[in-house]
C-alpha cells in the first residue's frame, strides 16, 4: 500500500501558510465564484474541502509539534498564530461561504445522507456564529494550551532520577507499600503547588465559554456545545438516564471487584496509593521496554487481526508519523490527530511500558486505522467523525485485540491483563458519568465558587464511588482530582462518547466471541463510512444497536461478568 497526498486542484502544491494573507485569496474565489450547474457545484464543494484539508493538516502539525516538546518557544509560537491571527479572520469568510452554499439551489440534487449529514452541520454552523465570538474563541484556544503547559512540567525527582507523572505512577503497581506512598506523595506535592492555578485557568475558561452562548441566543454553555457538536442523535436527558444507569449497574459491580482486591491485600479500606497494585503480591504488568518494542508487537498484533491493520501502522511508522515515549517537556495523554489531506494520521503517546500503555497503543491504533478507511471519502466533511463514532473504532480494538496480546506476554500474564482489561472497562464507566455530570452542573451553574465546584465534585465522588477509599489527610487530593482530565480544559463535552461508544464496542466484542471473522468485516465496513450515514446506521452496520439505555447496560454487564469468571 504506497500513500501519497492526493494532486492538488486548486492549491498549490508548494503553499506555506505564513500568515492570512497566504488563504484570503482562496476564500475569496470561492465567494466570488459563479457557480450555476450542479457539475460547478460539485467542483466548488472539493475545492472547498481541499482548503480545509489543507487548512486542518497545517494545524494538526503546529499542535503536534508543540505537544511532542512544549518547552519549544518556536513551536508554542507557531500555534498560537494559527489560533490567535489565522482562524480569527478565517471565521468571517467561513460563515459566508457557508451562507453562499445553503444558497445555492443545488443542494437540493443532493439527497444523500452524507451531503444532508454535512449539509445539517454547515446549517448548524450558521445558526451559531456570532461576529463578536471570534475574539473569545480565539482566546480560549489560546488559554487552553496553558493546561499542556502546566501538566508537562510536572514531574518529580525521585533517587536521583526526575520522573514524568506518568513514569512515577507507574511506580504505584509496586508491592512495596512504603515506595508507593512516597511517590504518592511527592506526585501529591506536584499536583498541590499546581491547584489554584488549575483552578483559576478553569474558571476563566468557564467564563468565556458562558459568555460566548449566551452571545449566540443560549441560555448555558451546555446547550450552546451541544447544537455545536452535532449532538442530534442523542439529549441532555439521555446523558442524565446514562448517569442513572451507570450508578444502578456498574457502581455496585465495581464495589464488588474492590472488595475482593481489599479482601486479598488484607485490608478493610484503600488507601490512595493501594489503588493500583496488583492485590495478590504480584510485580505490575511490563509488555515492553520501550516504544519501539511496543510498536513492533502492536504491527504483529495486528497484522493477525487483518493483515490491513498491520499494514496501516507500518506506513505511519515509515511516514514519522509516531511519536511513542513518555520524556520530559511533553504534553500529557495521548491521541490520534487525523491528518486529512495526506489520510495518514499521528499517533502521541506517553509509554513507560505499562500495560495501560498497550491498551493505549491498540486504542489509538483503532483511531489510525478509522483513518485509513475513511481516507478516500469524497469531501473532508465527510471524514471528520463524532466521537460517539470515532471512539467505537478505538474502544471496540481494545477488546478486538485482546486474543492478540499473547505477542507480548505468556499463558498466565495474558489473562491477567485480559482480566485487569475488562475489569478497567466497569471502573471507568462511572468517572465518565461523573465527569460528563461535572460539566453538565458546571455550564448550568456557570457563576458558581470554586468552593462550590469542589462541593459538587465531593458529592458526585460520593454518588459514583465505592466508598472503600480512606482519603484521610488527602481530602484535597480528592477534591481535586477533575484537574487531571484534559478534555475538560481542552474539548469541554467532549467525554460522554466514551461511554456510548463503550457500550457500542461490548457489543462489537460479543459479536466477536461469536464468530470474530463476521465481526471485524463489519467493523471495517462501519468504520468505511466515515461520516457518510446517521449515527445509529453505522453502529448498525458493526453489528450492534445505537443504545446505551439501562437495559442495554444491564445486559452487557451480565457478558463482562461471564468472561470475567472463565479468567478467574
Known sequence: MIIKKPTRKFIPKVFAIGDFKHLKSYYDDLLQREVKTVEAFDKWLADRS???????????????????????????????????????????????????????????????????????????????????????????????????????????????????????????????????????????QVRRRDKDQLDDLFTSLIKKRHQLALNAGFGNFRDYKFLAMGRFDYSKEDCFAFHKAIKEHIVPLVKTIQENKLSLLGKEKFKPWDLDVDPEGKAALKPFENGNQMLKGTIAMFQRIDPYFGQCLKIMDELGHLDLDSKSGKAPGGYNYPLYEIGVPFIFMNA?????????????????IHSFLSRDLALTAFKNIPSEVAELASMSMELLSMPQWSEFYNEQDHKRAMREQLEGTLKVLPWIAQIDAFQHWIYENPDHTIDQRTAYWRQLSKDFGTGLTDWDSYEDLMESSWQRQLHLFEVPFYYIEYGIAQLGALGVWKNSLENYGLAIENYKKALALGYSQPMNVIYETAGVPFDFSSDRLQTLCVLINEELEKLN
Not at 78 to 92: C, E, G, K, M, R
Not at 123 to 137: D, F, P, Q, V
Not at 158 to 174: G, I
Open 352 to 368: 513507560v511500558g505499562s500495560q495501560r500503555d498497550l491498551e493505549t497503543m491498540v486504542h489509538e491504533g483503532g483511531h489510525a
Open 50 to 188: 481541499e482548503l480545509e484539508a489543507v487548512l486542518e493538516e497545517d494545524l494538526a502539525w503546529r499542535y503536534i509539534k508543540m505537544s511532542i516538546d512544549t518547552a519549544d518557544e518556536k513551536h508554542r509560537e507557531a500555534y498560537s498564530q494559527f489560533v490567535t491571527q489565522i482562524q480569527p479572520n478565517l471565521a468571517p469568510l467561513e460563515d459566508k461561504l457557508n451562507q453562499k452554499m445553503m444558497g445555492l439551489p443545488f443542494i437540493k440534487s443532493k439527497s444523500d445522507p452524507a451531503h444532508q449529514i454535512y449539509f445539517r452541520s454547515i446549517g448548524t454552523a450558521l445558526k451559531i456564529y456570532r461576529t463578536e465570538n471570534i475574539e473569545i474563541e480565539a482566546a480560549l484556544n489560546e488559554e487552553a494550551q496553558q493546561f499542556g503547559a502546566i501538566s508537562a512540567a510536572q514531574s518529580i525527582t525521585h533517587r536521583d532520577q526526575t520522573l514524568t507523572m506518568q513514569q512515577a505512577a507507574l511506580l504505584l503497581k509496586e508491592q512495596d507499600e512504603h515506595l508507593r506512598k512516597e511517590i504518592f506523595e511527592k506526585m501529591a
